[in-house]
């Protein structure tokens, strides 16, 4: 049986998000549900939320992203986690500039997790490149934020 271009690369997609949501659990962040995540800071202490809506995209359309993390600490104003996993040649790659424009103008600081192996190394290197630039903060592939994460810096 086949499936839609886009469905394994979804749920691959969403396999990287959990990753992000178990190291997140991992360091003590409890997990509430996107509509209680904004007023829940309240709380001071580390939370997130997946898949939580958090402004526009460039063209306007609500930005949903993957992860959104609080610490009172180390992310007082808030830490966006996106998943990008491509495991073979596609279109993913070609989104990668509309992501790094819509985050851009938003005002959260952002990482982004690329992994899967299927990018040309054009395009990895290319978003590579935008980190430091705007709210784009870092481009980690799953090893790399995991040590990320272990220096305490999540």
């Not at 939580?52 to 808030?78: A, E, F, Q």
């Not at 992994?115 to 705007?134: E, F, L, P, V």
Request: charged share 20%.
């Amino acid at each position: 049986m086949t499936t839609p271009a886009g469905t394994g690369a979804n749920r691959s997609g969403g396999r990287l998000e959990m990753f992000a949501a178990d190291i997140l659990d991992e360091h003590n962040y409890f997990e509430v549900i996107p509509v209680r995540f904004f007023p829940a800071r309240a709380m001071e202490q580390p939370l997130f939320a997946r898949q939580c809506k958090v402004g526009k995209d460039i063209y306007g359309k609500t930005k949903r992203v993957d992860v959104i993390l609080y610490h009172p600490r180390l992310w007082k104003n808030c830490l966006v986690i996106q998943s990008k996993w491509q495991s073979s040649h596609g279109s993913v790659e070609e989104k990668y500039p509309f992501e790094v424009l819509s985050i851009a103008q938003n005002d959260f600081d952002t990482i982004i997790i690329l992994d899967g192996g299927g990018y040309t190394d054009g395009a990895k290197q290319w978003i590579i490149n935008q980190s430091g630039q705007n709210h784009l903060k870092h481009v980690f592939n799953q090893g790399e934020f995991s040590r990320f994460a272990s220096h305490g810096r999540i």
